[in-house]
């Protein structure tokens, strides 16, 4: 997606050779404009797959997903909560997610109510990176039943193989911008 590449390589920000940093358009003020024309290019990329729901983990996925949602006709979107809430009384699915940027590890969590065997499922995230959030992403709707139909990253990082790895396993990947390597403060796109 050439807008989106252009304004990587305008806005975004490298530290070190592994993180970008994207907090002017993506994680921390929000570009709407930008977002719904990755709404609408993740609408056009999974058309015709009978998406019935979008799939995210807090915090920054779900304005991606919310925009997302709107051009695949208003499908829900559903994130998965990397703590449990008091207010999360009812059963939920979980998976163990490590957190590449903090550090950390969570147990993202969603409600079984909202993912059933007749979902098709498309998981969108802002970044795919060593695949953790989309492999327990992918987890939730494995124990809920329902089908996933691909994952959708607006930023690849291809160096750390996260992508490769959802691909082996059997996973329709799409990323609106691939990043082949982040060196002296330079981002290269594949
Ligand atoms: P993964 O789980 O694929 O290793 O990493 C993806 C998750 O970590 C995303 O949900 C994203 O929030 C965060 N992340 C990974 N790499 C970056 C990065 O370079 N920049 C930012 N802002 N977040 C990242």
Same mark, same amino acid.
């Given at each position: 997606?050439? %807008?989106?590449?252009?304004?990587?390589?305008?806005?975004?920000?490298?530290?070190? !050779?592994?993180?970008?940093?994207?907090?002017?358009? @993506?994680?921390?003020?929000?570009?709407?404009?930008?977002?719904?024309?990755?709404?609408?290019?993740?609408?056009? %990329?999974?058309?015709?797959?009978?998406?019935?729901?979008?799939?995210?983990?807090?915090?920054?996925?779900?304005?991606?997903?919310?925009?997302?949602?709107?051009?695949?006709?208003?499908?829900?979107?559903?994130?998965?909560?990397?703590?449990?809430?008091? !207010?999360? !009384?009812?059963?939920?699915?979980?998976?163990?997610?490590?957190?590449?940027?903090?550090?950390?590890?969570?147990?993202?969590?969603?409600?079984?109510?909202?993912?059933?065997?007749?979902?098709?499922?498309?998981?969108?995230?802002?970044?795919?990176?060593?695949?953790?959030?989309?492999?327990?992403?992918?987890? @939730?709707?494995?124990?809920?039943?329902?089908?996933?139909?691909?994952?959708?990253?607006?930023?690849?990082?291809?160096?750390?193989?996260?992508?490769?790895? @959802? !691909?082996?396993?059997?996973?329709?990947?799409?990323?609106?911008?691939?990043?082949?390597?982040?060196?002296?403060?330079?981002?290269?796109?594949?």
């Amino acid at each position: 997606m050439e %807008i989106l590449k252009e304004r990587i390589i305008k806005d975004g920000v490298a530290i070190g !050779t592994e993180i970008l940093k994207v907090d002017s358009f @993506l994680n921390h003020q929000i570009d709407v404009v930008l977002l719904s024309q990755i709404g609408a290019e993740f609408a056009r %990329i999974f058309a015709n797959c009978g998406v019935t729901k979008i799939l995210t983990i807090e915090a920054s996925g779900i304005p991606i997903a919310c925009f997302a949602a709107v051009h695949f006709g208003n499908v829900p979107v559903v994130f998965a909560k990397k703590a449990a809430p008091s !207010t999360m !009384t009812e059963e939920f699915y979980g998976a163990e997610v490590k957190s590449f940027t903090k550090g950390t590890v969570s147990v993202a969590r969603i409600s079984k109510k909202y993912l059933s065997p007749e979902d098709r499922v498309l998981i969108v995230d802002d970044f795919l990176a060593h695949g953790e959030a989309a492999f327990g992403l992918a987890s @939730l709707v494995k124990q809920a039943g329902a089908q996933l139909v691909g994952v959708g990253a607006v930023i690849e990082k291809q160096f750390q193989g996260g992508g490769k790895k @959802l !691909t082996e396993a059997g996973v329709r990947v799409e990323s609106l911008a691939v990043i082949k390597s982040i060196k002296d403060g330079n981002i290269e796109f594949a």
